[in-house]
């Protein structure tokens, strides 16, 4: 059970942070150039929820071995 904590931490963090990025206020100023001063959430969200995805199919798998030995 406590490698299932570590696989869905990641990705609860993960979609969090995706959430936290859309609420970003994000402002165009007057050259055109585009503000977003939290638009480092997108890819540490995205990161994360893919580590978690792949450290929750590593954990199911073990998991699954463990079981049929």
């Known amino acids: 059970m406590k490698k299932m904590i570590f696989a869905v931490v990641p990705l609860v963090l993960g ?3 995706l959430i936290a990025s859309k609420f970003a206020p994000v402002t165009v100023q007057e ?4 503000d ?3 638009f480092f959430l997108t ?3 995205a990161l ?3 580590v978690g995805v792949v450290a929750l ?3 199911i798998i073990s998991n ?3 079981a049929s030995q």
Do not use: C, D, Q, S
Not at 31 to 34: D, L, Q, R, S, V
């Open 36 to 38: 977003e001063p939290y």
């Open 48 to 50: 994360l929820i893919f």
């Open 43 to 45: 890819p540490v969200g």
């Open 64 to 66: 699954a071995k463990k």
């Open 15 to 17: 979609i969090i942070l």
């Open 31 to 34: 050259n055109g150039m585009i």
């Open 57 to 59: 199919i590593i954990t």
